[in-house]
T-cell receptor, first 111, second 116 residues
Framework: DAKTTQPPSMDCAEGRAANLPCNHSTISGNEYVYWYRQIHSQGPQYIIHGLKNNETNEMASLIITEDRKSSTLILPHATLRDTAVYYCIVRVYTNAGKSTFGDGTTLTVKP | DTGVSQNPRHKITKRGQNVTFRCDPISEHNRLYWYRQTLGQGPEFLTYFQNEAQLEKSRLLSDRFSAERPKGSFSTLEIQRTEQGDSAMYLC??????????????FGSGTRLTVV
């Protein structure tokens, strides 16, 4: 599995958009980009995933660059409950095997 | 179905003791994974099963660690002769192969082990 790199921490004002970047320069053509978040003392929770097109669901939007070497998770209106560690990983969808996590980005939403 | 269930949620043990954790996956999921997470780091893969077969083991899984999934349903992770370095959160996840749903990969809330 390809490795990902993320900034260790970010702050965001409540109500503003949070934009979390991720680099995955060695991603393979059949690997999807997945985002998870982890709130203290809980397991990672799925947010969104995509292959090459931008994706949006009720939680977030995912923007993947045309060369697929990086992506951005967007939380459009961050709330205090969005304070968490956010992980970007790449994984072959149909394989659904092991996932390789980095250390993620700690997002702190401030009032 | 209430998702992936892990028991106990917390375990404190003395160094040298054996501990066993249990994971009950989502019932229709045939794949089950174990991860370990230490403070400030992301989850690290330990092993995974498809049905009752253990398909992959990480080098992190030393001889003191053993995982089983005897009937392809729940799984247990046992650590023998625990060491202080084993203190961590042990996470279980399950998925179906082929995947179902948006992600098809669901984590439990973990078992936090403290070795004193």
């Amino acid at each position: 599995d390809a490795k990902t790199t993320q900034p260790p921490s970010m702050d965001c004002a409540e109500g503003r958009a949070a934009n979390l970047p991720c680099n995955h320069s060695t991603i393979s053509g059949n690997e999807y980009v997945y985002w998870y978040r982890q709130i203290h003392s809980q397991g990672p929770q799925y947010i969104i995933h995509g292959l090459k097109n931008n994706e949006t669901n009720e939680m977030a939007s995912l923007i993947i660059t045309e060369d697929r070497k990086s992506s951005t998770l967007i939380l459009p209106h961050a709330t205090l409950r969005d304070t968490a560690v956010y992980y970007c990983i790449v994984r072959v969808y149909t394989n659904a095997g092991k996932s390789t996590f980095g250390d993620g980005t700690t997002l702190t939403v401030k009032p | 179905d209430t998702g992936v269930s892990q028991n106990p949620r917390h375990k404190i043990t003395k160094r040298g003791q054996n501990v066993t954790f249990r994971c009950d996956p989502i019932s229709e999921h045939n794949r089950l994974y174990w991860y370990r997470q230490t403070l400030g780091q992301g989850p690290e893969f330990l092993t995974y099963f498809q049905n009752e077969a253990q398909l992959e083991k990480s080098r992190l899984l030393s001889d003191r660690f053993s995982a089983e999934r005897p009937k392809g349903s729940f799984s247990t992770l046992e650590i023998q002769r625990t060491e202080q370095g084993d203190s961590a959160m042990y996470l279980c996840a399950s998925s179906s192969s082929p995947p179902q749903g948006p992600d098809g990969y669901t984590f439990g809330s973990g078992t936090r082990l403290t070795v004193v």
